[in-house]
Structures are given as C-alpha cells and as structure tokens.
C-alpha cells in the first residue's frame, strides 16, 4: 500500500492502480543516447586495436571522452524522467484520480472524477506493441497527462467506469458531502443574515439557517452561497 492510499477520505476505496512502464525507455531519448554511444565506443574501440596508427588511437579516444562527457549531460536533463520511471504510481478510487512521484521532491497529482470531461489514450507504434502509453484527462480547468502507463487501456476503462458511477451516486448519500468543492472563482455574494456558527467551527457542510430542506457551505467565517441537497 502506498503513502497516498493511507490518506484516502472516509468511505474512498482504490479500484485500480498502475505505474509507468520500464519498457518507456525504449521509446525515450535516453534508450537512443545508448545506442548511439555504444556504437560510437564499438567504433573507437575498432580504431584502437593494434594494427591503429598512432593517430588514430589519439582520435578514437578522444572521441571516447567526448562521447562519455556529451551522455553525462544528456542523462543529467533526462534524470527527471528516470526518477518519475522509478517512483511514479497512480490510483483510481471510486471519487478521484491520484497519483504521486519523486525523490527528495515529492510531485502529486489529485484529480476529481466528477470534474473529468474525457479521457483519451495517446500511444505510437512501438507503445502499442509494447502496451505502454499516455492517458490524458480532460478537465474543466484543462487536461492532465499521466504519462508512459503500463497497459493504460485497463486504467482507462477503470476510470470510465468510476466517472459513470460518481454522475449516477453525485447528490445522493453514498457521495460524500467532502469531496464536493465549492466553486473558488468568481465568488458569488455572501449572504449576511443567518443564525452564525459557534466561534471556531471549522469549514464545513451544515443545515441551511435560509432553508431547512437544504445544506449550505460554512467557510469558518460566515455562510457562503453555495448549497447542496440535504
């Protein structure tokens, strides 16, 4: 079990997980800079054999160093990516899309189903063959990407099928009031009568002081404008 899914909300369950694939380096940058030195190292090791002339051994191994110096480099810009390779895991719940990865920095992805318009698989040639991809999620603020996924048809389906739930469940008991976000921008006007909630009640969902048949959203100062079925 991993961190994120010890700090799931109350009645939040994991359906389904995944993690990047190890096969995405063959298909990355960093696979081709390999290849590319090992040729380059098989090709300077040809010119060092002994039937070699003087300058050429002083060609090949400074096109060695040069070589060696040029990946150090290149695997220094890339160290993201293996570090996202070697730590990154995803989650679906029945209520949101959660992911997290990183070393000493730790990077986090929280997404909420009911917030997701689409999801769509992007995936080439060589990650259709190798059963690795992209998934990209389509949300009302922009898209996400959740990248080189092992088999992410499965994940894709796991969430097309959690999106369908939380429309049916959205408004009813079995979705919780918590995961429910009160819209941030532009905040509409704040009503100014109401009986108010005892000093220090935190944020929270609670009975209408306007309507009885109805919750409204306390922010921990005053009641907002935002309501819900009770």
């Keep these: 079990m991993t961190q994120m899914e010890q ?40 010119l060092s054999l002994p039937g070699a002339t003087g300058n050429g051994r002083t060609s090949a191994v400074l096109l060695m160093l040069f070589v060696i110096i040029g990946l150090a480099v290149f695997l220094a810009r890339q160290a993201r990516f293996l570090v996202y390779l070697a730590t990154a895991h995803y989650v679906v719940t029945n209520y949101r899309v959660l992911g997290t990865w990183g070393l000493l920095r730790k990077t986090t992805l929280e997404v909420q189903l009911r917030g997701v318009t689409g999801a769509a698989i992007d995936q080439g040639v ?39 739930d939380s429309r049916h469940l959205r408004g009813t008991a079995a979705y919780p009031l918590h995961l429910v976000t009160p819209p941030s921008s532009p905040a509409p006007p704040r009503p100014t009568t109401g009986r108010p909630m005892p000093p220090g009640t935190p ?23 935002h309501t819900a079925e009770a």
């Design 126 to 164: 060589i990650e259709r063959a190798l059963r690795f991809g992209d998934l990209v999620l389509a949300t009302k603020a922009g898209s996400e990407r959740l990248v080189a996924l092992q088999d992410p048809r499965s994940f894709h389906g796991a969430i097309v099928r959690q999106m369908e």
């Design 7 to 46: 700090h799931l909300q109350p009645g939040e369950v994991v359906t389904d997980r995944t993690r990047p694939s190890p096969f995405a380096l063959l298909a990355h940058p960093v696979m081709l800079a390999v290849l590319f030195v090992a040729g380059v190292m098989f090709f300077t090791a040809l």
């Design 203 to 225: 944020a929270q969902w609670a009975p209408d002081p306007f309507n009885p048949r109805q919750l409204r959203y306390w922010d921990g100062d005053r009641w907002t404008d």
